[in-house]
């Protein structure tokens, strides 16, 4: 209540402009964010709610914070594909400092150009109302990756609960700093605009290949990829890591043991760091050997562990195998890159 309240209460000292046109949605909104001149008001990506911290803290350590799930981590990696394959751009990345808002930043487009607790004040400031009404840059787009109370309280026409974790309004900027509301993205949006549909062919055929070549577009790889992922433990009695590079490993080897081309795909856009000198074909090819030589993998072990690289024990149909998985620096929730040690002592 006194949430709902703080938002009357502002409302009435801003101007406000009413559409004079319906929501954009989908296909039409991301052709209007090509010409730039928006802001995306992003709802942080899903967390895990087992844990709550106190509404506005911002507790230094992220054992203290409410955190993003596995879920969440896939969900701004479909923001990431989402925006590179519509061609949005954004010149500036704005965040609340809570971990679960700089990863999603991080993890859709680019570290946070500014991390502001202006975005976690409640109730509201006239710092964080100016920060949301202020225009980009001409020919331009602004992402503000904050929290539910942020968008309600700002964007008109937006209620409480309307704009869920991974979901976002898109504003556009009136004279008179006024803001009206352009359009939204639920998250089913990301997945329809990743890939509209269209089945996919597999790699090889593992006990799981007639699920993954099933019609569905990039949605039914996302939702494999999300079921594989459902704990830390990827096929044996170790767990991987906690870590940045802990995600990402587990990302790749259930991505490496689906089998197929268009999941594996789906890993490459949603978490690689682009290589010129490795195009995704030629990533691929190198994967369909991979498997076809070794089949999927298991874990057996971790054999060192930080926060930006994760070396593992796995084991293959042929042997044993030390992979090891290294998150970029300049974006850590992205690999620099996946390295196959062999028995042999030869690397792929």
Same mark, same amino acid.
């Given at each position: 209540m006194l949430h709902i309240v703080a938002a009357l209460t502002f409302a009435t000292g801003v101007t406000v402009a009413t559409p004079d046109s319906a929501e954009l949605r989908r296909e039409d909104l991301m052709a209007a964010l090509r010409n730039g001149g928006y802001t995306v008001v992003l709802r942080h990506a899903r967390t895990d709610r087992s844990f709550q911290e106190e509404m506005g803290a911002v507790p230094k350590e992220r054992s203290q914070q409410?955190?993003?799930s596995d879920d969440g981590f896939r969900d701004a990696a479909l923001m990431g594909v989402v925006f590179r394959k519509h061609g949005i751009a954004f010149a500036e990345v704005i965040s609340s400092p809570m971990y679960?808002?700089?990863? %999603? &930043?991080?993890? &859709?487009?680019?570290?946070p150009t500014t991390i502001t607790i202006a975005l976690r004040v409640f109730p509201t400031t006239a710092e964080q109302a100016a920060l949301v009404r202020t225009p980009p840059k001409p020919g331009t787009n602004r992402l503000i990756v904050t929290h539910h109370f942020v968008i309600e309280t700002h964007v008109p026409t937006i209620s409480p609960g309307e704009i869920a974790e991974s979901e976002a309004a898109v504003i556009r900027h009136t004279a008179g700093a006024g803001v009206e509301l352009v359009g939204r993205i639920t998250l089913d949006d990301w997945a329809a605009l990743a890939n509209p549909g269209g089945a996919k062919t597999s790699v090889a055929a593992p006990q799981s290949a007639a699920a993954h070549a099933a019609p569905g577009g990039f949605a039914r790889l996302h939702a494999a990829i999300t079921s594989a992922l459902g704990g830390h433990n990827a096929g044996g009695g170790a767990v991987i890591p906690d870590t940045h590079a802990g995600h990402l490993a587990r990302a790749y080897i259930s991505a490496f043991n689906?089998?197929?081309?268009? %999941?594996?795909?789906?890993?490459?856009?949603?978490?690689?760091? &682009?290589?010129?000198?490795?195009? %995704?074909a030629r990533r691929i090819e190198s994967y369909a050997k991979l498997f076809e030589d070794h089949g999927p993998l298991s874990l057996v072990s971790?054999?060192?562990? &930080?926060?930006?690289?994760?070396?593992?024990?796995?084991k293959s149909k042929v042997g044993d195998i030390r992979l090891t998985v290294t998150a970029s620096e300049v974006s850590p929730m992205r690999v620099a890159s996946v390295t196959f040690a062999f028995q042999q002592g030869g690397h792929r």
């Open positions: 409410r955190n993003l679960r808002c700089t990863e %999603t &930043a991080e993890m &859709a487009v680019s570290k689906s089998g197929n081309a268009d %999941t594996m795909r789906a890993f490459l856009d949603s978490y690689m760091v &682009a290589d010129p000198a490795r195009p %995704t971790v054999g060192s562990s &930080a926060a930006l690289q994760v070396v593992l024990g796995m």
